[in-house]
């Protein structure tokens, strides 16, 4: 493949600070070994910091909900509260970590992985998770996890307090568990099996439905995952509770058959039986030939094209069966991959990625400078603060707020619209006021060293270019140029 075209296919394009590489295939590779730090000089406020915040935020909202009958002081009470407790701060301050990273950071191409997986393992856009935890989980839990085994990352990211949440595992217990037949001895309500988690555990995140699982497995699934969910609950306690881990008192006893294999209770005591066979389940799983083909394809279709073909999808998998799921090797075969067939295939970008790649080709202070988003958790936020959020809803897409739990779409039919280009085209309308480049210096000049650095051939486009520029229009070529099919697909 053409070295500038798959450095946009993998990574962000590159600075104009910044060399093409000579070796662009081992460029890529190597940024897959080592996880780079965060770049990011602000505070990095902890998972643990923002489950205590959100707790914070819940018991007195629900303090103001139960006692102030006022609804003009219920109002200021609930203003005062969101600003204390960061309710509208946090979610932009993550984005503009994020973004951040992926424009000024070093190794672009592990940070366009770090948003695959983000989205793979999606959090549902719910119970205000996207305010305080999923920004906080993908950098604390996620990334560590991406140069170790696939199954290892399956695991730790299913037992995450943001994913027990969403998937509402902490509601979930076993018909014959501990709890329940304690219930049913004192005449009360039982606890309900919650399918939600077994469920994209199979379908999502490991062997999708082509595997040919049943009903019936996941439900047994769902049995293997009760006593998974919020621990150290206390009597007259309201609100989350900050940890998670496993309860053996609400976990269906017995044997489990998933996929035709049984998973047996086993521990060193009580309660620890059955808190294994998760474990268990998921090493299965990952270690499938069914989830092989199906994280390969969701990789291919993310980095080559919409429909990935099987030598495609085979040069990955042969990858994880010789590394046994080392996603180091596997994130290498992607690379290889998209290196052997980018030639010939196309891939259109998404919103998110689209609007990265232009502000680290233009060279700009995207999202700003770090200081902007130094909070007195007392003020309103203002504009510079609003805009990363703003601009992304006005894209379609915010990361941290999927819809479903299958994350945001990663196909062309999918983005490619009248609307969502018609968005793109009044976004780069007025790049000055969005901070996508530097208005000290000619629009028509950035387009042309972007062009020049980020482009194999790049005599068409600096050809359209040169024709604005002849026609007096010169200010419109950042927007002939960003919205192009060249800009759009690589």
Not at 21 to 34: E, R
């Amino acid at each position: 493949m053409k070295t500038k075209a798959f450095i946009r296919r993998v990574g962000f394009g590159l600075r104009p600070d910044e060399n093409v590489p000579k070796d662009p295939l081992n460029w890529a590779k190597s940024q897959m070994t080592v996880v780079p730090k965060m770049i990011w000089p602000g505070r990095l406020y902890t998972e643990n910091e923002m489950i205590d915040i959100r707790i914070d935020f819940q018991l007195e909202e629900d303090k103001i909900q139960d006692t102030e009958k006022n609804p003009t002081k219920a109002k200021l009470k609930r203003r005062k509260l969101n600003r204390r407790t960061g309710r509208k701060f946090f979610e932009k301050y993550e984005l503009a970590i994020r973004h951040h990273q992926a424009v000024h950071g070093d190794q672009p191409v592990f940070e366009r992985f770090w948003h695959f997986w983000g989205n793979h393992f999606a959090i549902v856009d719910k119970n205000k998770l996207p305010v305080f935890n999923t920004g906080p989980m993908q950098r604390e839990q996620l990334r560590p996890l991406m140069t170790g085994n696939f199954s290892d990352m399956v695991y730790n990211m299913t037992i995450t307090w943001p994913m027990i949440k969403s998937l509402d595992n902490f509601k979930s217990a076993g018909p014959n568990s501990d709890s329940n037949v304690y219930r049913k001895s004192k005449n009360k309500r039982v606890k309900g099996l919650n399918e939600n988690h077994g469920r994209e555990l199979l379908e999502l995140h490991t062997i999708s439905p082509k595997a040919g699982y049943t009903q019936e497995d996941v439900i047994n699934t769902a049995y293997i995952m009760t006593g998974w969910g919020f621990t150290g609950w206390k009597k007259g306690h309201k609100g989350d509770l900050k940890k998670t881990g496993y309860e053996h008192y609400n976990h269906e006893p017995g044997t489990h058959k998933v996929l035709g294999k049984e998973y047996k209770t086993s521990g060193f005591n009580k309660k620890t039986h059955g808190k294994k066979q998760l474990r268990e389940l998921v090493d299965d799983l990952c270690s499938s030939e069914s989830c092989r083909n199906f994280i390969a394809w969701k990789l291919c279709r993310h980095f080559i094209c919409d429909d990935p073909n099987k030598d495609m999808i085979k040069i990955v998998t042969d990858a994880w069966v010789k590394s046994d799921g080392m996603l180091i090797d596997i994130h290498k075969a992607v690379l290889k991959a998209a290196w052997e067939y980018g030639e010939t295939e196309e891939k259109f970008l998404s919103p998110e990625t689209w609007l990265i790649q232009i502000a680290r080709m233009t060279g700009a202070d995207w999202p700003g400078d770090p200081q902007i988003f130094e909070y007195d958790f007392k003020s309103k936020l203002n504009y510079k603060q609003n805009k990363i959020k703003w601009i992304l809803a006005e894209l379609g897409h915010l990361p941290y707020r999927a819809k479903q739990p299958n994350g945001f779409p990663d196909t062309e039919a999918e983005w490619l619209s009248q609307e969502y280009l018609v968005r793109r085209i009044a976004l780069v309308n007025n790049p000055t006021q969005i901070g996508l480049y530097k208005n000290s210096i000619p629009e028509i000049d950035i387009s042309k060293k972007m062009v020049n650095k980020n482009f194999d051939n790049p005599k068409e486009l600096l050809e359209v270019l040169r024709k604005l520029e002849i026609n007096n229009e010169g200010s419109n070529s950042l927007i002939a140029l960003l919205c192009s099919r060249k800009v759009l697909k690589v």
